[in-house]
């Protein structure tokens, strides 16, 4: 059993995966900023922690995050205001990378996007360009941690009923793939320490999720 801890707790993908967790008796603890989510959390199986990641210092975050063995980022600042979108999804998630170091949490998966990246090519004028650059700063920090991360890239997001099956590796194109489907990769992949070091961008296809998380970790 592992101790693992979601950001963003009371997002659609992070409610999917705390019921995953759970499921497979894991200890989660599901980090959220709006009390009035709690019962929605805890129907999940994790223990609701009350928490603005955004207000939060380091060190907060660090003795927050203390305990558990893993980390998984799903939160976001859900659009809005530039100013907002870079204090959540870049600086906080940053900060909280930091503190899982300092908290000795090694393993850390962050949920990103397909085609994340410097050179994400969205114009500045682009009301997509401020969660762009907020997610390549922050993915880039990732990688550069002594962390053992994965950053996961799925593409568009639906709320369609999962499927179990992804299509993943080189020569695969951003389409579209299930909140639920993102849910069942991140709980894979924290199975498999094998894929620390890994950026893995999806799509919903035809390969169960463990079987393509298997040839991912086999290269």
């Known amino acids: 059993m592992s101790r693992i801890a979601i ?25 959220f900023r709006n009390p009035d989510h709690t019962a929605d959390v805890e129907d999940t199986g994790a223990a609701a922690k009350v928490a603005d990641v955004q207000a939060l210092s380091t060190e ?3 003795e927050l995050l203390r305990g558990h063995d893993a980390v998984v980022w799903t939160a976001g ?18 900060r909280s990378m930091d503190a899982a170091e300092a908290a000795g949490a090694k393993r850390y998966v962050m949920v990103s996007y397909f085609g994340a990246g410097k050179d994400h090519g969205v114009p500045e004028d682009d009301g997509f360009y401020a969660y762009a650059e907020a997610k390549a700063d922050a993915d880039e920090h990732l990688r550069a941690s002594g962390l053992d991360w994965t950053i996961l ?7 369609d009923p999962g499927t179990g099956r992804i299509e993943t590796g080189s020569g695969v194109t951003g389409s579209q793939v299930s909140r639920e489907d993102v849910a069942h990769v991140a709980a894979e992949v924290l199975d498999r320490p094998e894929t620390a070091g890994r950026t893995i961008e999806f799509n919903n296809g035809t390969t169960p999720v463990a079987e393509a998380l298997d040839a991912v970790a086999a290269q």
């Open 7 to 31: 950001i963003g707790g009371h997002g659609k993908v992070a409610l999917h995966l705390a019921r995953r967790l759970t499921a497979a008796n894991h200890s989660v603890t599901s980090v």
């Open 60 to 62: 907060e975050m660090a």
């Open 77 to 94: 600042a859900g659009g809005g205001s530039p100013e907002r979108t870079f204090a959540v999804d870049r600086d906080a998630a940053i």
């Open 153 to 159: 890239g799925p593409s568009a997001l639906t709320l």
